[in-house]
């Protein structure tokens, strides 16, 4: 199986099917499934602590831009219901912008790959991450 690292502060919304998409420079394979992970202490110098299993169900580009007037702006194709904070774990956008604003210099645009992911073997009351769109 594959694994990826995920922030610890995602890790309870990743396992309450409130977090399901993540943002990163390269796209992960859809259909596969991929481990979430924390690392125990140091990154590449503790053990991994798995989080969760997860598949990739889509795959989205998205451009984020640091604008100085306008504050941060989050470019995609993909349209859903849901505000993007929200699928991306954050409480609120202002704590997304947070964020990305040491990542996105003022004046930059980079280019990412969003993905919409499920977690695997999850059941809720009535629901599961699979029943959300984007």
Same mark, same amino acid.
């Given at each position: 199986?594959?694994?990826?690292?995920?922030?610890?502060?995602?890790?309870?919304?990743?396992?309450?099917?409130?977090?399901?998409?993540?943002?990163?420079?390269?796209?992960?394979?859809?259909?596969?499934?991929?481990?979430?992970?924390?690392?125990?202490?140091?990154?590449?110098?503790?053990?991994?602590?798995?989080?969760?299993?997860?598949?990739?169900?889509? %795959?989205?580009? +998205?451009?984020?831009?640091?604008? =100085?007037?306008? !504050?941060? *702006?989050?470019s995609m194709h /993909? %349209?859903?219901? +849901?505000?993007?904070?929200?699928? =991306?774990?954050? !409480?609120? *956008?202002?704590?997304?912008? /947070?964020?990305?604003?040491?990542?996105?210099?003022?004046?930059?645009?980079?280019?990412?790959?969003?993905?919409?992911?499920?977690?695997?073997?999850?059941?809720?009351?009535?629901?599961?991450?699979?029943?959300?769109?984007?």
């Amino acid at each position: 199986m594959i694994k990826r690292p995920l922030n610890p502060q995602f890790s309870s919304a990743v396992l309450e099917c409130r977090k399901f998409t993540t943002i990163r420079d390269k796209p992960w394979p859809v259909g596969v499934p991929i481990m979430l992970y924390n690392w125990s202490g140091a990154a590449y110098r503790s053990k991994q602590i798995d989080v969760a299993a997860v598949m990739v169900e889509g %795959v989205h580009p +998205i451009e984020i831009s640091h604008d =100085e007037t306008m !504050g941060m *702006r989050y470019s995609m194709h /993909a %349209v859903g219901q +849901i505000a993007l904070w929200s699928t =991306e774990g954050f !409480g609120s *956008r202002a704590e997304m912008d /947070a964020w990305f604003r040491p990542i996105v210099k003022p004046g930059q645009t980079v280019a990412k790959v969003l993905m919409r992911f499920r977690l695997l073997n999850a059941k809720r009351a009535g629901t599961d991450a699979s029943d959300k769109t984007l």
